[in-house]
């Protein structure tokens, strides 16, 4: 089976489900902050390591022949879980603006902590070394952006985002 068939869950949680739940919040998503020194660098890094897994799972075929592909399988579905809970929280931030309910009480990046998960699976699933490095090289790229973003939400939403900073972490 083509590794790209893996694409789909999180094209349809990513793009349908939050365009059905919420209209602007397509528009929210492809939001990025304004970005200074190097992250403009990892933005394109991030941009292109995003381009790259999805074009190499295009040549990748999930292997169903050892125990990987249950582990992948697990941490796949888990990350479908994860997409869901995010875009279904991202779906309806606070009156202030502040996503703070459902996974984002846990994690200030759900959506990412979602996509990494939901991305380990697919290398799992397809055993691809070179896919885990184009994961590895997303991930300190998103690092980046999340930067650039908590800048920007300290600078829109000021004390009330520094305090959800002070209870919720980073990640996980």
Not at 128 to 153: G, K, N, T, Y
């Given at each position: 089976?083509?590794?790209?068939?893996?694409?789909?869950?999180?094209?349809?949680?990513?793009?349908?489900?939050?365009?059905?739940?919420?209209?602007?919040?397509?528009?929210?998503?492809?939001?990025?902050?304004?970005?200074?020194?190097?992250?403009?660098?990892a933005?394109?890094i991030?941009?292109i390591?995003?381009?790259?897994?999805?074009?190499?799972?295009?040549?990748?075929?999930?292997?169903a022949?050892?125990?990987?592909?249950?582990?992948?399988?697990?941490?796949?579905?888990?990350?479908?879980?994860?997409?869901?809970?995010?875009?279904?929280?991202?779906?309806?931030?606070?009156?202030?603006?502040?996503?703070?309910?459902?996974?984002?009480?846990?994690?200030?990046?759900?959506m990412?902590?979602?996509?990494?998960?939901?991305?380990?699976?697919?290398?799992?699933?397809?055993r691809?070394?070179?896919?885990?490095?184009?994961?590895?090289?997303?991930?300190?790229?998103?690092?980046?952006?999340?930067?650039?973003?908590?800048?920007?939400?300290i600078?829109?939403?000021?004390?009330?985002?520094?305090?959800?900073?002070?209870r919720?972490?980073?990640?996980?």
């Open positions: 089976m083509n590794g790209a068939l893996l694409l789909i869950p999180l094209l349809l949680i990513r793009f349908g489900l939050l365009g059905v739940l919420d209209k602007d919040g397509l528009k929210r998503a492809a939001h990025f902050a304004p970005l200074v020194g190097m992250e403009k660098t933005y394109w991030y941009q390591s995003n381009t790259g897994f999805f074009v190499y799972l295009f040549f990748l075929k999930i292997k022949d050892s125990d990987w592909f249950y582990a992948g399988r697990a941490i796949f579905g888990l990350g479908v879980l994860l997409c869901l809970a995010s875009v279904l929280a991202f779906a309806h931030p606070a009156g202030n603006g502040i996503n703070s309910s459902g996974f984002y009480r846990i994690s200030r990046n759900p990412y902590v979602a996509f990494f998960v939901y991305f380990l699976g697919c290398v799992l699933l397809t691809s070394i070179p896919l885990l490095a184009i994961l590895m090289v997303f991930q300190v790229s998103a690092h980046w952006i999340i930067l650039s973003e908590e800048r920007w939400c600078r829109e939403f000021g004390a009330e985002y520094r305090n959800y900073m002070s919720v972490r980073r990640y996980l």
